[in-house]
């Protein structure tokens, strides 16, 4: 075959950084052109592939951050550093960066969902996505499952961010409560000047999504990003189709007033 | 365009000769093989002579897996190595089929060499040896509803054929195939087309589809009905999703393969995440599902509707779920009529 969109290629483990207990950001080397909000279809060899959102890239490394609830990435665990993914992709549409370049951007995250909108986050303070203003509220089930808790004070640096955990917690002084009492509480001078982000479990997303129209932001600028079985990542398995959409081509990212009108 | 005309022993000798340079698939009949004791089974099979080409009968499965098999080997393993999987028969191959069946295969061709602008190797390396040979509808068979999906009437094949009870009339398209059936009698013949079904279905006409009718309660007696055994899916010609399995043999763990294999809208599952996650629990969640993409939401992304009228799903599904009834369902739903 000239052309095997199904064939991987390898991509050597240059860091492995434990997040929780079963949570950890592998860094890999390769040279690829992507956006944040992309995905590769990343696979081992006789285990399986599975869609990983990017969690972070340079121009020679990205990072994949996984948690071990799977037969792949429970294998994925099991890898040290020198060790081969074998990676195809970029896949999908990625945040659209043209619209948040200089922008009051806002970013709602739950759980895992942290890990797509990373990237966003990471321009923001490197300059490479320049925005007025960047406003984070994380939330995680505890202080034990946060994901990227080393760079909170980072971010602070560019921005107002709030990590919340769903329940108070003894030696958790931070914020506690679901992402929707947050979101709630969030003043906006200008609320159809804001661009809003939200990534995280379909029910989070729901109510959160909720809960910033509510606070006055136009339908069309709230972006949500979805994650669905696939086995392609190329409009052919079927795994990811929502109406006439699919998740692999049309997005993970959508606007909302697009994704508004998706049933599964 | 030539048009031939033939007795059964003189086509026979075609056959044989076509057989010689071509892999032969049609229809073919399995006695006892059927699914209740005392029945016969007709699938898609390989064909030796003309007298196993099954002309009385629907076949239960499409001819879909010359393009699409079941089960597919993409790659091999050899420790990391990937290796792509070679085509085992690299043959050309000529397919009797029926109208609806072609036009299955432009929905199969819109998936899988069209959909995001990637052309899927695997299954175009099947489909560009493929060549139809049209077999001429006299009758509709039972569950056939390719009238109402305006997928009765086929222009894109090699050949056409009308079985008669003394004689076989051809007519020949492409013209490498005319030296094959030069032998015949000149005739005027060309193929006509079923233009009536015992079942008819209203198809729904919008663009949008409104979201109440994701909730109706046209769905729910689905819930009980269906038990997510995927024969429709598995039955359908214009079915296409697969999933991804990799394995590794027994006796080394060094080396295995990745396949992709059939999987279906129906199947328990099809949406599974990892972490527990999945989406349409209930049968009839899945019912709306595979009913929308194949009459609503495939047109509004490709500009005509996935299904073909074929009635597998209706033929096959031991439940007795009719999924023409369920368009017409929807179609009254959609008029605020009863969707009873």
């Known amino acids: 075959m000239k052309e095997n969109p199904y064939r991987p290629f390898p991509a050597t ?66 890898l040290r550093t020198g060790e081969n993914l074998f990676i195809r992709g970029p896949y999908g549409t990625g945040f659209p960066l043209d619209t948040f370049r200089g922008s009051n951007l806002a970013i709602v995250a739950g759980g895992s969902g942290t890990a797509p909108v990373r990237p966003l986050i990471r321009g923001a303070l490197d300059g490479t996505l320049p925005v007025r203003s960047l406003r984070v509220i994380a939330g995680f089930k505890s202080k034990e499952s946060l994901l990227f808790a080393d760079e909170f004070d980072e971010w602070r640096k560019k921005g107002e961010v709030l990590v919340t955990i769903d329940k108070p917690q003894e030696g958790w002084d931070g914020p506690s409560g679901l992402v929707t009492e947050h979101i709630r509480a969030m003043k906006l001078d200008d609320p159809a000047d804001v661009q809003f982000v939200v990534v995280g479990p379909p029910v989070m997303m729901k109510f959160a999504v909720a809960e910033v129209r509510l606070l006055g932001v136009p339908e069309d600028n709230i972006w949500v990003s979805f994650e669905r079985l696939m ?8 795994h990811c189709k929502i109406d006439s959409a699919y998740i692999c081509l049309d997005g993970p990212v959508f606007r909302f007033s697009r994704a508004a009108g998706l049933i599964d | 365009m030539y048009s031939f005309s033939f007795s059964l022993e003189e086509f026979s000798r ?107 190797p695997y299954y175009m390396r099947r489909r560009e040896k493929l060549h139809f040979f049209m077999i001429e509808c006299a009758t509709s068979f039972e569950n056939c509803f390719c009238v109402s999906m305006g997928s009765n009437v086929a222009g894109e094949y090699a050949v056409a054929l009308r079985f008669d009870q003394d004689s076989v009339l051809v007519q020949v398209k492409d013209e490498r195939f005319a030296g094959l059936f030069a032998s015949g009698a000149p005739s005027a013949f060309t193929p006509e087309f079923v233009r009536e079904n015992a079942r008819n279905v209203e198809v729904p006409d919008i663009d949008e589809m409104p979201p109440e009718l994701f909730l109706h309660p046209l769905w729910d007696e689905y819930d009980a009905r269906c038990i997510a055994c995927g024969r429709c899916n598995t039955s359908c010609v214009t079915c296409t999703c697969f999933s991804t399995r990799d394995i590794f043999y027994a006796d080394s763990r060094r080396s295995g393969e990745r396949r992709r294999v059939w999987d279906g809208c129906h199947l328990d599952g099809f949406t599974d995440m990892a972490g527990g996650y999945s989406f349409r629990k209930k049968k009839g969640e899945r019912m709306r599902f595979k009913t929308f993409h194949k009459i609503y939401d495939f047109k509004k992304r490709f500009g005509y509707n996935m299904c073909v009228g074929c009635g597998r799903c209706d033929d096959v599904c031991p439940e007795y779920i009719s999924f023409a009834e369920c368009i017409n369902k929807v179609a009254a739903a959609l008029k605020g009529g009863d969707a009873k």
């Not at chain 2, 064909?47 to 629907?58: H, I, R, V």
């Not at chain 2, 393993?77 to 028969?89: K, R, V």
């Not at chain 2, 929905?107 to 899927?120: M, Q, V």
């Open chain 2, 14 to 120: 075609v056959f044989d000769a076509l057989g010689e340079r071509y892999a032969l698939s049609g229809p073919r009949r399995f006695p006892g093989k059927g699914r209740f004791s005392g029945t016969d089974l007709v699938k898609y099979a390989p064909l030796a002579s003309f007298d196993e080409l099954e002309l009385d009968e629907k076949s239960g499965m499409s001819p879909k897996s010359l393009v699409f098999p079941p089960d597919e080997t993409t790659f091999y393993f050899n420790g990391d190595e990937f290796t792509e999987a070679p085509l085992e028969d690299e043959r050309e191959t000529v397919v009797f089929l029926r109208p609806c069946d072609i036009n299955g295969f432009r929905r199969l061709d819109a998936i899988f060499l069209e959909n995001g602008g990637t052309k899927d």
């Open chain 1, 231 to 238: 086995s392609c990542g190329l409009g052919k398995c079927g």
């Open chain 1, 13 to 78: 483990i240059t860091g492995i950084k434990a997040e929780t207990d079963c949570e950890f950001t592998l860094t890999v080397a390769a040279s690829v052109a992507m956006m944040p909000g992309q995905f590769f279809q990343v696979s081992l060899p006789k285990i399986g592939e599975a869609p990983i959102s990017i969690s972070g890239f340079g121009p020679d490394w990205i990072q994949f951050t996984v948690r071990a609830v799977g037969r792949l990435t429970n294998a994925l665990q099991e």
